[in-house]
Structures are given as C-alpha cells and as structure tokens.
C-alpha cells in the first residue's frame, strides 16, 4: 500500500492473461501459462512500479485467478483498500501470440466479477482526493456495471482529470457501443489514450488525425494514439506531436498500451499537470511525457506478458 496520499485512482477489470505454453504441453494436452493481466489492472501496477502512489478500484473474486491478481498488484505497490470482494468468478482471456508478438484473445467472460458494478458499491470510493482518474476497457463498456462507472467519472471530474482507454474487445462488446457512448466519455474525460487498432475499430474509414479532432470535438484536451513500431501520436487540442518507438527487442506487445498509459500520467503528473481540465498543457510538456511513456512501453514489450518496469529499469 502507498505510503504517500493516493495521486492516481483506477476503476476497472482484472483479467487471467493465459498463454499456451508448448514446452509444458503433452500429447493430448495444452498448458497454459497465466499472467495477472486486464487494462485498468496492468494500468495501475505500471504507476506504483514508476512510483505513482496509486489505488485500484475492482470486484475481486476469491478464486485462483482473484488471488493472484491481488499478489500482483499488492506486490507492486497498489492500494487495494477499496476494491469489492466479489462472490462471482474471475475473468480469463486466453493469448495466442504471433510472430512479431502481437497477441489475439478468446475471452470466458460471462457473469463474471468484472462487470458487475453497483451504484451503491461505487458511492462508498470518495470521488475526491486523488489528482487522476483512469478508467475504460471492458468495464466502462459492459452492462450492468458500465453505467455505474460513467456516473462515477462524472462526479469525479469535478475535482479531478479524468483519463479513458477504450481498449476496444471487438469479441466481448460490439464496437458500435463504444461510438454510442464514447461522446459522453469524451464530454467527461481529459486525457484519451486509444491504439492504431482501436481506431480501425471504431472508425475504419478515418485516418487517425481526423479521429484526434473528432474527439476533440466532443470535448477532450488531449488525444493520444500509440502505434506500435510507428511509435504515437498525440494531439493537444489540434497541435500534433509525433513521438518514435523505443527500439527493443519484443518478447510481446501485451500490456505495452496499458504501461505507455501509465508512463503519461506518471510524466504529468511529475510535471504537476494532473488535478484539473489541463489547462497549463503545453506542446513541449505532451512530448515529454510521451516520449518517457514511450520508454516504459517498450521495456514492457521486452518481457513475456503485461509485465511493466520498475522505475530504477527506466
């Protein structure tokens, strides 16, 4: 647990990141090798190993899975105080990694912890305090816990900036319920940070530039679009910034979205950026802050499974 006032609250998912491991598979059988993994999860393990005192805020199960995302994220420095201690099961993706590392998942996910917000579960987490608050993924877009999320964020952003990763699952939640509700997170939200995947989801016949000002249109400062190998691009509130990758050698590209999340709100926030609608951003502090965020993505892609830094790696 922190031993400095919470900077950063996440709401979000845990998900079991299992990967198929043929050295310990048999004839007849596939061994799977699990990783703690979930966007929000991996969002908020990334913050406290580079020193951001951070809390999450999840529906943990009492299963197998559910203690090993609480070993993970207590081991890495989260505050857990406030998270609900979930009587359904946990959530579980299975990974097939190709060859340049880029994983695709099948997801077990129905009635599980994740989704299964209450309104009256998140009246007792204080929207004020912390300077930040992330959410998105799965658990901003599924019902019935989505809505409960959004209202949250709504109440928080009155104090707070509040950052969104859509982290689109096409095979979990249609993409045509990210566009329906995507004004409004972008009505509540500062900082959006999506991936080149992300906008072919949602908008494949845009380019990314066009995509940054349509959701600078729907109210968001700063718009941040991460490319893989083409390393990011970021908009602040139509000024363009292109920031190179890191050259490393990838293991897999699993969590590298989510540390890259990280690293900004961490450079941000070290800046003493965070804690308002952003309006002493500049240029030169958004490159600064990617250009970092672009190193903690790439140390994570070095690794197997969504495994960030620790801040002396960096």
């Known amino acids: 647990m922190p031993s400095s006032p919470v900077r950063v609250t996440v709401i979000g998912e845990c998900v079991a990141d299992a990967f198929t491991d043929a050295a310990l598979s048999g004839p007849g059988e596939l061994a799977l090798r699990v990783h703690p993994g979930g966007g929000p999860a991996n969002t908020a393990v990334a913050l406290a190993r580079l020193g951001t005192p951070v809390a999450f805020r999840a529906r943990l199960a009492d299963d197998v899975f559910g203690r090993l995302f609480r070993a993970q994220l207590a081991g890495s420095g989260v505050d857990l105080s406030g998270c609900v201690a979930a009587a359904e099961p946990s959530t579980l993706a299975v990974a097939e990694v190709d060859g340049e590392g880029r ?7 129905e009635g599980t912890a994740d989704w299964q917000w209450t309104e009256a579960e998140l009246a007792a987490v204080p929207p004020a305090g912390p300077v930040c608050v992330h959410s998105g993924s799965l658990a901003l877009a ?9 209202a949250y964020l709504a109440r928080a952003a009155a104090s707070a900036t509040v950052s969104i990763d859509p982290n689109v699952r096409p095979l979990l939640v249609d993409p045509a319920v990210y566009r329906e509700r995507l004004p409004r997170w972008c009505a509540l939200a500062d900082v ?3 991936s080149a995947d992300d906008v072919g989801h949602l908008f494949p016949e845009s380019g990314v530039e066009a995509v940054c000002d349509r959701f600078h249109e729907d ?3 700063l718009v941040v679009v991460t490319l893989g190998p083409q390393g990011a691009l970021a908009s602040l509130n139509g000024e363009r910034i292109a920031v190179p990758a890191r050259r490393v050698e990838v293991v897999d590209t699993v969590g590298a979205g989510d540390a890259f999340t990280a690293g900004l709100l961490h450079r941000l926030d070290a800046q003493g950026l965070l804690g308002g609608r952003l309006d002493g951003l500049t240029v030169p502090a958004v490159a600064e802050a990617c250009r970092f965020a672009a190193g903690v993505a790439a140390l994570t892609c070095g690794v197997a499974g969504p495994n960030p830094p620790w801040a002396d790696r960096l």
Request: no cysteine.
């Open 142 to 150: 599924r019902d019935p816990g989505g809505p409960a999320i959004e």
């Open 219 to 221: 109210g968001v400062p």
């Open 103 to 109: 994983a695709s998942f099948s997801f077990h996910a």
């Open 192 to 194: 959006l940070r999506l």
